[in-house]
């Protein structure tokens, strides 16, 4: 039996969920609302973000331009993506969702421009 205790960050009361694994079994102990148990499911079986950071740009006025993905990243795929944005350098104008790489590591997941760069 496995015992894994996660926090609802999802949930409006944050509260802690207890996730207790038998073999095939899973159950979950303690959520409050829907949301805190849509969360440890997810967190169980994808656990997964949303990645938001910047992307140095050639405009001296603004030197960094904000990005997010639009879907959910594994974890594990996490430091390869930031890696991977880490050499990109952005040129020229940008319209806010713009996307400024498609298919991040062949994964499926675009990175999108968070504000317009004119």
Same mark, same amino acid.
Do not use: W
């Given at each position: 039996?496995?015992?894994? #205790?996660?926090?609802?960050?999802?949930?409006?009361?944050?509260?802690?969920?207890?996730?207790?694994?038998?073999?095939?079994?899973?159950? #979950?102990?303690?959520?409050?609302?829907?949301?805190?148990?849509?969360?440890?499911?997810?967190?169980?079986? #994808?656990?997964?973000?949303?990645?938001?950071?910047?992307?140095?740009?050639?405009?001296?006025?603004?030197?960094?331009?904000?990005?997010?993905?639009?879907?959910?990243?594994?974890?594990?795929?996490?430091?390869?993506?930031?890696?991977?944005?880490?050499?990109?350098?952005?040129?020229?104008?940008?319209?806010?969702?713009?996307?400024?790489?498609?298919?991040?590591?062949?994964?499926?997941?675009?990175?999108?421009?968070?504000?317009?760069?004119?």
């Amino acid at each position: 039996m496995q015992h894994i #205790f996660l926090k609802g960050i999802k949930s409006v009361h944050g509260e802690h969920v207890k996730v207790v694994r038998n073999s095939a079994r899973v159950s #979950f102990e303690g959520n409050q609302c829907k949301r805190g148990d849509r969360y440890a499911k997810q967190e169980i079986s #994808f656990p997964g973000q949303i990645l938001t950071t910047t992307l140095r740009t050639t405009n001296p006025s603004k030197p960094l331009l904000p990005v997010r993905s639009d879907k959910e990243i594994q974890k594990t795929m996490l430091i390869d993506c930031m890696n991977a944005l880490s050499k990109k350098v952005v040129r020229g104008k940008v319209k806010r969702g713009q996307i400024m790489v498609k298919s991040i590591l062949g994964l499926g997941i675009n990175i999108i421009a968070c504000r317009s760069l004119l």
